[in-house]
């Protein structure tokens, strides 16, 4: 089975302070994505990649950044915290061929900013 | 901006078949039908997907209508496990975006 691997299940941080999730993946898939989830609002889209060193924009990717350097980790970065990004952060990996294709997501992340 | 209409909430009794609906009608022609599930504390889950036929792994069933407006998952024989936030989604399978919704919560009861 497809395994994504987020760094951490619950992680605590500052406000201003820069903050980095990690997302891995064990099956050579193209694509990763990061969502953020809130009640009353399910996923959303903050950044994609398909391929490495390739990024595109979701629906909310104001105050965040992303880095793909190999193919298996995405990193999704916070250059500056603030409590309106307490929230859980999901990641998501797929095939990339296109027809027929999965996500597979990893546990999450739950970020809270104090 | 939401391609998908989903009833926020649902029950549904243990052992009985859940039927979960989704409307589509701005679908296009090439778009898909997706439905994953995330249950408590868990990323989503994929289920199944669909374009214009009917499909059915050991998950579930997926009913797409004939004018492709609207779906039905259907999980046959409901368990508590089954306990879960349900998202329906049209995507095209070539795009690397897809959006979720706000789902449908499916509440199995003993």
């Known amino acids: 089975d497809v395994k994504v691997t987020q760094s951490s299940r619950y992680l605590v941080k500052r406000t201003g302070e820069k903050v980095f999730l990690e997302c891995v993946q064990d099956?050579?898939?193209?694509?990763m994505f990061w969502y953020r989830q809130d009640p009353g609002l399910g996923l959303r889209l903050i950044y994609f990649?398909?391929?490495?060193?390739?990024?595109e924009k979701g629906d909310i990717p104001e105050g965040y950044s992303v880095s793909r350097e190999k193919k298996e980790r995405f990193s999704l970065i916070l250059e500056s915290a603030s409590t309106n990004q307490t929230s859980m952060y999901l990641c998501?990996?797929?095939?990339?061929?296109?027809?027929?294709?999965?996500?597979?997501f990893g546990s999450g992340t739950q970020l809270s900013v104090l | 901006d939401a391609k998908t209409t989903q009833p926020p909430s649902m029950d549904c009794a243990e052992g009985r078949a859940a039927n979960l609906p989704c409307n589509h009608s701005?679908?296009?022609?090439?778009?898909?039908v997706y439905w994953y599930r995330q249950i408590h504390s868990q990323g989503p889950q994929y289920i199944i997907h669909?374009?214009?036929n009917n499909e059915t792994n050991e998950m579930a069933s997926l009913i797409i209508t004939e004018d492709r407006k609207s779906s039905t998952l259907i999980l046959p024989h409901a368990t508590l496990r089954d306990t879960a936030v349900y998202y329906c989604?049209?995507?095209?399978?070539?795009?690397?975006?897809?959006?979720f919704g706000a789902g449908t919560r499916l509440t199995v009861k003993p």
């Open positions: 989604i049209v995507s095209y399978p070539l795009n690397n975006d897809m959006r």
């Open positions: 701005t679908i296009s022609g090439n778009e898909y």
């Open positions: 099956m050579d898939h193209e694509n």
């Open positions: 998501a990996s797929s095939l990339g061929t296109g027809i027929n294709e999965k996500l597979f």
């Open positions: 669909g374009l214009k």
């Open positions: 990649s398909y391929d490495v060193k390739m990024k």
